[in-house]
């Protein structure tokens, strides 16, 4: 069946019908949603959230895009309310409160949390150096990005799903690219020397 044959029998009442189009585009949208939170069940979270929405807005789809790229707009957009909301959250939790701060002064008093040189540390350093740099470009430099690279989505399909030009995508993913570059660039040349 087509999307829009299952958005039809959606709309005339068959919830099974639905189950289908979830099926059919989970892991897209997981995919989509880590791209944005580099966290599981975050993307669990926000996969959940974007059906639900989806399933709620569907009799406003009119059909003038294909489905695949409507759904990806409600992905993106609940990631980026996401991530606001933990930004939020984030800059009141970053007042300290005094147990944890004889906490964390027991703890290397103690020799924990004292940065070694084991791998595993080294590679979760590398990995989030690498997801700050993605997080650190322009919302639009990382929604395109983001697509072209999490999604492997052609450039054509990328303008669709962000309503610009694709030139105006060759150009957002040409200057992500050259400030990751830089970003990692200079992360790396100090992290290593």
């Not at 992500?176 to 992360?187: C, E, G, T």
Request: glycine residues 4%; contains cysteine.
């Amino acid at each position: 069946m087509t999307d829009q044959e299952l958005i039809e029998d959606i709309l005339s009442g068959n919830s099974k019908a639905y189950e289908q189009l979830v099926e059919r585009y989970k892991e897209r949208v997981f995919r989509l949603s880590m791209g944005f939170v580099h966290n599981n069940e975050d993307a669990d979270d926000i996969t959940q959230e974007v059906f639900i929405n989806a399933y709620f807005s569907l009799r406003s789809f009119k059909g003038k895009s294909e489905f695949s790229t409507w759904l990806h707009r409600i992905t993106i957009n609940a990631c980026l309310n996401y991530i606001r909301k933990q930004k939020r959250l984030r800059f009141f939790r970053s007042f300290p409160s005094p147990g944890n701060i004889n906490k964390l002064a027991a703890g290397f008093e103690n020799g924990e949390n004292v940065p070694g040189a084991d791998k595993s540390l080294i590679d979760r350093q590398n990995s989030e150096q690498v997801q700050n740099a993605i997080n650190s470009l322009s919302q639009k430099q990382r929604i395109a990005f983001i697509l072209s690279s999490y999604e492997d989505m052609p450039q054509k399909e990328i303008a669709a799903v962000m309503n610009i030009t694709v030139g105006a995508v060759e150009q957002l993913l040409l200057r992500a690219k050259i400030n990751l570059r830089k970003q990692l660039a200079d992360y790396y040349k100090n992290f290593y020397n």
